[in-house]
C-alpha cells in the first residue's frame, strides 16, 4: 500500500507544481487518511518540498493507536514529525518546516484552516506565500481504485447483514432508539469499526425523514419503518436505507407512495454511467416523484458520493456541474415524507461502470420488495 500512498502524494505534488506552489500541506482529516494511511486526528501531512512528512500531536506508532486508523500505520515511506507538545499545532509546525526546507510557496486548504490557524503560520513563516490548493485532494479521491472499492463492497455487506438480522427479529413495541442502538451493535459484530453515520430509524410518522433522529417512539401495528444505516470498514463507508410495513398488509397509500418512490429509485440507477452529468441522474429521478405530485418533498438531492466520507463528492444534485466516471461510487437516496402519516425512503450504494461491464454496480442488496414484517 506505501506505493499506493506515495503515487497519490505524488500526484497532487504535480497538480502544485502546474499551479505555481512548491509543496502542500494537506489537514483535511479523510485527505489525510488518503494520502498517508493511517494518521491520528488532528495530523497534518506536509507534501514535498523534499521528503514527505506527517505530523502528529499523537505518536501514530503507538500501541493505543496502531490499527484504528482506515489502513492502520502511517504508510512506510512517510516520515513522521511528533511533536513535543500536544497543544503543539502540525499546520504551523509544517510550515516552519516547508521554510526549513527552503520552499517560498505552500498550498494550503484554505476550506479545512481557521482563520486563526491560517494568521498563525503566516506569522511562523512570513516570507512563504501561502496558496488556496482547493478541492484538490478532494478531487482526486472521487475515482476509487480496486483495493478501495474491496473495502467498499464489504462495508456494504456488513450493513445488509445487520439490517437483515434485524428484520428477522421481534419489531413491535420496540423503540426506535433501540432498534438503531441494535443495528449499531451487529454493523461491529459483523466486522465494522462502527457506524459510517449516525443511523436513524423512523416509525409511523417518523419514517421517510432524511437524517431522523431516533426518538422513544415505539412500533405499531400498521406502522412503516424506515431505517438508513451504513458500516465503516477501514474508513470506507457504505449507505443502505429501506422502509418497511409492520405486521400486517399495507394500506392502499403506503403501497402507492412506496411504488413511486422506488420508481424514482430505480430511474436514478439507471442513469447512472460514465459521461452522464450528475444533475441528469438527479432529474431522472426526480421527474418521477414531481409527476406523482411529490416535487416539493424531494429533498436538495437525490445522491452523493461515498468513501472515506460520507457524503462526499460528487453530489448528484440539480446545479451540480461535472459528469460521472467509472469506478465512482455513490447513493442514489430518494425519499418521501407525508407530515403525520409517514414516508418511504431507498438508498443504495452503487459503484459507476460502463455498459460493457454491466453497468452500476450494485453493493447494497437487501431487498426493496415491500415487506410486511
Known amino acids: 500500500m506505501s506505493d499506493v500512498y506515495a503515487a497519490r502524494r505524488s500526484r497532487l505534488l504535480e497538480r502544485c507544481v502546474t499551479g505555481g506552489s512548491e509543496a502542500a500541506l ?16 488532528g495530523s497534518a501531512l506536509l507534501v514535498g518540498p523534499g521528503h514527505d ?21 502511517p504508510a512506510e515511506d512517510l516520515r513522521v514529525q511528533l511533536l513535543p507538545s500536544v497543544e503543539g499545532d502540525p499546520a504551523v509546525a509544517a510550515a516552519e518546516r516547508a521554510v526549513a526546507a527552503g520552499a517560498r510557496s505552500l498550498a494550503v486548504e484554505e476550506h479545512h484552516l481557521t482563520v486563526m490557524r491560517h494568521r498563525a503560520m503566516g506569522s511562523v513563516a512570513p516570507r512563504l506565500r501561502l496558496d488556496d490548493l482547493g478541492p484538490a485532494v478532494e478531487q482526486q479521491r472521487v475515482v476509487k481504485d480496486g483495493e478501495e472499492i474491496a473495502a467498499l463492497r464489504i462495508a456494504a455487506e ?27 451493535r451487529r454493523l461491529v459484530d459483523h466486522g465494522a469499526g462502527g457506524a459510517a453515520f449516525p443511523t436513524s430509524v423512523g416509525t409511523g410518522p417518523n419514517s421517510g425523514l432524511a437524517g431522523h433522529v431516533p426518538t422513544d417512539r415505539r412500533v405499531e401495528e400498521g406502522d412503516f419503518l424506515s431505517v438508513c444505516l451504513g458500516a465503516d470498514y477501514r474508513g470506507y463507508h457504505s449507505e443502505v436505507a429501506r422502509t418497511f410495513v409492520i405486521g400486517t398488509s399495507p394500506a392502499e397509500w403506503q403501497i402507492e407512495l412506496y411504488d413511486q418512490v422506488f ?13 452522464t452529468p450528475y444533475r441528469e441522474v438527479d432529474r431522472a429521478a426526480r421527474r418521477v416523484l414531481e409527476a406523482a405530485g411529490h416535487g416539493e418533498r424531494v429533498g ?6 461515498v468513501g472515506l466520507e460520507n457524503g462526499e463528492d460528487p453530489r448528484l444534485a440539480p446545479s451540480a456541474m461535472g459528469k460521472l466516471d467509472a469506478c465512482v461510487p455513490v447513493t442514489v437516496d430518494p425519499g418521501v415524507h407525508l407530515p403525520g402519516r409517514g414516508g418511504v425512503r431507498i438508498d443504495d450504494t452503487l459503484v459507476v461502470r460502463p455498459e460493457a461491464d454491466g453497468g452500476p454496480e450494485l453493493l447494497t442488496i437487501t431487498t426493496k420488495e415491500l415487506l410486511a414484517l
Open 26 to 41: 494537506v489537514t483535511g482529516t479523510a485527505n489525510v487518511r488518503y494520502l498517508a494511511g493511517g494518521a491520528p486526528a
Open 300 to 305: 436538495p438531492s437525490i445522491g452523493h458520493g
Open 158 to 184: 456488513i450493513a445488509d447483514q445487520a439490517l437483515g438480522e434485524l428484520l428477522e427479529s421481534i419489531l413491535v413495541g420496540r423503540t426506535e432508539r433501540h432498534l438503531a442502538l441494535e443495528l449499531e
Open 53 to 73: 512528512v506527517l505530523l502528529c500531536t499523537v505518536d501514530p506508532y503507538a500501541d493505543h493507536f496502531a490499527g484504528t486508523g482506515p489502513a492502520g500505520r
Open 263 to 275: 420508481a424514482a429509485q430505480r430511474a436514478g440507477r439507471e442513469a447512472l454511467a460514465p459521461g
